[in-house]
């Protein structure tokens, strides 16, 4: 599985809206539309990855705050 930070997800996600303003367009071949398609994909996939990796540290952090915190502790002294 990739993992990128989250410096290369903001620059996976400006090449991924770049390709789609070049295919929206219209002025690429069919060939090239058809590798800028492929490498759109290709970043669309680590992107997801990405924001699925955060999503579930936000999710370890939030069970990890929902737990009781013991401020009642005693210590042996």
């Known amino acids: 599985m990739t993992t990128i930070k989250l ?5 996976t996600l400006e090449s991924l809206n770049s390709i789609i ?8 071949s ?3 539309s058809i590798k800028q398609f492929e ?3 290709s970043l669309t996939k680590a992107c997801q990855q ?3 990796q955060a999503e579930q ?10 737990k009781p915190i ?6 042996d002294e």
């Open 30 to 32: 069919l060939e090239e």
């Open 21 to 28: 303003e070049n295919m929206e367009k219209g002025d690429l």
């Open 50 to 52: 990405a924001l699925s």
């Open 70 to 75: 013991d401020f009642d502790h005693k210590s």
């Open 57 to 66: 540290k936000v999710k370890i952090l939030l069970d990890d705050h929902d």
């Open 7 to 11: 410096k290369d997800f903001e620059s």
């Open 39 to 41: 490498k759109g994909m």
